[in-house]
């Protein structure tokens, strides 16, 4: 499986955007970018993917680097509901495997 | 949207009995679903691949005695941890494939199972 790289942690205020990178520079051209998140004793929820274009939607954006190799979660303007730890995970379409990563914990000042 | 409905939510059972967990697609069929384990501070790991009408796909270094998974139906799928320990207690999670075949998943809300 294609591995995906992220920081440990971030901070944000409320109220400001949170910028989630992913580094995974061995992407294969059939790999989606899916990012999910997990609130506490809860299980991961859905946020966004996408393959090469950027995407929004009502929860975020996802940037995606012309090459593939990183990717960026948007989250614009963070509430203290937003902090969890979020996955940033490649799936091949056709494998319906999700391998988790130990995720960027987000906490959110008041 | 899709969701997935997971019971229980918390069980605590004595060292040597069986707990069984449910994992139900409430508003769509899934002919697959995934079993994770997730112990504190650590990522989700995933135990098996649940295929209705066939045999369940087992991880490495997961034992498919002590994990039995049943997916009867389209909608149903069933884990159950066999002659518990209390090294088995951990946070139990299920999922299915609900966005069409891209790979977009629903999870479950999750079991805390606690064994004593």
């Known amino acids: 499986d294609a591995k995906t790289t992220q920081p440990n942690s971030m901070e944000s205020n409320e109220e400001e955007p949170v910028h989630l990178p992913c580094n995974h520079s061995t992407i294969s051209g059939t790999d989606y970018i899916h990012w999910y998140r997990q609130l506490p004793s809860q299980g991961p929820e859905y946020v966004i993917h996408?393959?090469?274009s950027n995407v929004n939607n009502r929860m975020a954006s996802l940037a995606i680097a012309e090459d593939r190799k990183s990717s960026t979660l948007i989250l614009h303007r963070a509430t203290l509901r937003d902090a969890a730890v979020y996955y940033c995970i490649l799936s091949p379409r056709g494998d319906y495997k999700l391998s988790f990563g130990a995720g960027t914990t987000v906490t959110v000042r008041a | 949207g899709a969701v997935v409905s997971q019971h229980p939510s918390r069980v605590i059972c004595k060292s040597g009995t069986s707990v069984k967990i449910e994992c139900r697609s409430l508003d769509f069929q899934a002919t697959t679903m995934f079993w994770y384990r997730q112990f504190p501070k650590q990522s989700l790991m995933l135990m098996a691949t649940s295929n209705e009408g066939s045999k369940a796909t087992y991880e490495q270094g997961v034992e498919k005695d002590k994990f039995l998974i049943n997916h009867a139906s389209l909608t149903l799928s069933t884990l159950t941890v066999t002659s518990a320990h209390p090294e088995d207690s951990s946070f139990y999670i299920c999922?299915?494939?609900?966005?069409?075949?891209?790979?977009?998943?629903?999870f479950g809300s999750g079991t805390r199972l606690t064994v004593v």
């Open positions: 999922s299915a494939p609900s966005r069409g075949d891209w790979g977009g998943y629903t």
């Open positions: 996408g393959l090469t």
